[in-house]
DNA sequence: CGATGGTTTGAGATATATCAAACCTCGTGG
DNA sequence: CCACGAGGTTTGATATATCTCAAACCATCG
């Protein structure tokens, strides 16, 4: 049996494009690969020979400076693509912010497939589409926003990327509200990797999360866990 | 005779992929439009009904906050692709920087055509990817750099950007550098365009140009030309 | 416990923003 | 043809948000 038949992503990743016949075809160049906290899946500027579907766990893509500064360029969840095919060249390195696990595929075999499969580079196109908008979006973010406004716009973001989709009908409790993101939520990022996303220092992340508490927007009942007290409140912070 | 056969870009284009016959078909349901210099294609927020190729000229991709700071999100060139197929939505406007010329499509006759071609959905798809790539290696410019550094970039990509590919091989002298970008060029750009593109102010943008000449790096003939004095300064002043 | 790594808080430095004025450039009309 | 005006640009002086450097703090794990 495939093991694609159980996968919890099987209907919202690009894979959701495929029959089940198609379906074993790519399992049979696909491999899982699990990851621990910490690790890295590719490297800045490697030759792009990999790429790969998210089954769980969160993932980062950042790239640097030659002197060492660091910028998350983009965050993946579960059924997200990464990797860059079609191109020699992966720009950005990709490392698991959780432990996580992941779909394989080489690099040209995927590209293979997916041109033998129009439906599936449909999907991937329609994901690469939002992402390309998610990412400019953040640009105005980078470009034009405070450092106030950026950790309460990444805070909302989070709350809403981090519900686990089977689970938004299932409950709207106060464990995971339907429509408007999670109330509470532990963060799979450490301080100084937050400031790598928001394009700021460890310290100024940290005066905020300070500050946004003091106003009563969130709660911090730990270091790595955030609670929307008045979303309310922290959309006006974000200011969009 | 289908005006499409003697585009100029109809080899770079995404109709690079479509054969004679195909072409014709797509030719019936687009259409061309000239645009004048600060003219508006598409707004920000606004339902997704059009599509286009760019045949000639530059054209901004911009959002911004309430509260009317501006984002330059993107800058389109000859051959690129705008707007938002398979998706509801336009995330930002889109607004010609030169007197401009596009082929224009209705978005839901686009979406049907490209399904039906999957060759031209494939060159749709590693566009998008190119400009994703591209778009990160901006975020990093926008988190992670300084005003100097910013606009030595900005000034470099431009430099390779404004290069006519018909004419790149055509001369290599001081007028079309075929490996390095050109030597000089004319802005597309007011200052404060180029103010919205790198996340700062016209005065800092200002003070870093004269700053730029001062040292040696570029020299300004006029201020909507730029002259590239010592590109290898001006690379190291990048600091990438 | 005591060490260790991440986080918060503090004080001061600095790059960029802001506010304001002077300066070009170019088109217009006298 | 020249004076004028209007936008855009440059330059200057000052303010401020964020960074930098440094110390205190706190959880976690041996």
Redesign the interface.
Known sequence: MAACDTCIVRNRAICAALDHDELALLNQIGRRRNLSAGESLMWEGEDSILVANVIEGVLK?S?????G???I??VVYPSDFIG????PTT??GVTALTDARVCLFGRSDFDAFA?AH?AL??K???R??????R??????L????SAGERLASFLLELSERLVIPACAHAFDDETAAAESGLRRFTLPFSRQQIADV??LTIETVSRQFTRLKAEGAIDLPSRREVAIVDRRLLEAEA??
């Open positions: 893509l790239t640097g400076t030659e002197d500064r660091e910028q360029v983009g860059r095919p079609f191109g720009f950005h041109r129009p580079e449909h991937l196109l329609e690469t589409l939002a992402e390309l908008d990412t400019r979006r953040w640009m105005l980078l470009g034009r926003k928001l394009g200011g969009n």
